[in-house]
């Protein structure tokens, strides 16, 4: 069989390992070809004090010409942190124009955490957020990501598994089958809401070990769309991927890798590798 390919819509970043800078090696490693769709270059993510960063919205279109040109194709696409209403835009047309039957969509709708949003999030660009989730397959958004595409009050961050299921029920009817509600605080463990529609949901617990780290969600987001288009189901996948993250935050913990320099995946991506069939 060829191999496959997978679209990656994100920025591209140097130092920092978010973005298609660690999503890249991840899917690589699982003996995906990753193909890289940016939206803007950054020199190192922007909780650094410096950095580069350049909008490559006005050249977005040219560049995703080129693979409309030479009638490429694709297996997945998994789309990022999208920074402008233009980019949504854009980003959609991508999807209409490569997502052929048997090609999956993973939103990572990246709009803010802890009950709020970043300051780039208008109400004009959640609004746009909304209507690219019904291009979605699989969605991956944190809790506050999903009580603001539900337009549900954050309220302290406590919601019940009913409630949950509730809000990826109603949101499962506007586009995606398969939703995880990542990194919800529970005590002294993260707990994974996995929700599959016309499945009973199911939770996936890990430690919680030390602050937060940056590129944490696009390495989760890596291994989902990876191993999901590699055949396994959509729990194993992210069992998977929170057990790999979970491995590569207690590395770095363990070796005082700054918070933000992200996750130190090169140390673990030979156990992406899968024997073949």
């Given at each position: ?249 207690s590395y770095c913990e363990k070796n005082n890798v ?20």
């Open positions: 069989m060829p191999q496959k390919k997978i679209a990656l819509i994100n920025d591209i970043t140097g130092f920092g390992r978010c973005s298609i800078a660690v999503m890249a090696p991840v899917v690589s490693a699982m003996k995906i070809q990753a193909v890289a769709v940016p939206t803007a270059i950054l020199s190192t993510h922007t909780q650094f004090p410096e950095y580069y960063f350049d909008d490559y919205t006005p050249r977005m279109r040219d560049y995703i010409d080129t693979y409309k040109k030479l009638d490429m194709s694709f297996d997945a696409i998994a789309t990022g942190f999208l920074g402008s209403e233009e980019q949504v835009d854009i980003v959609v047309d991508f999807i209409k124009t490569f997502k052929k039957e048997g090609v999956f969509t993973l939103v990572d709708p990246v709009m803010g955490d802890y009950g709020r949003l970043y300051k780039t999030y208008t109400p004009a660009l959640c609004n746009k957020m909304k209507d690219l989730i019904r291009h979605a397959d699989i969605l991956t958004p944190n809790l506050t990501e999903l009580c603001s595409l539900m337009d549900v009050d954050y309220r302290d961050g406590n919601f019940s598994p009913a409630e949950l299921e509730a809000m990826c029920q109603q949101l499962s009817f506007q586009g995606p089958k398969h939703i995880v509600v990542t990194g919800i605080h529970h005590g002294k463990q993260i707990m994974n809401f996995v929700f599959s529609r016309g499945e009973t949901p199911k939770t996936i617990m890990v430690d919680r070990i030390g602050g937060d780290r940056s590129g944490t969600g696009d390495v989760i987001s890596a291994v989902i769309a990876g191993m999901y288009l590699n055949g396994h189901s959509f729990y194993d996948s992210v069992k998977r991927a929170t057990e790999f993250a979970s491995k590569c935050i700054p918070t933000h320099w992200g996750l130190s995946v090169e140390m673990y991506l030979r156990d992406l590798t899968e024997e073949e069939k």
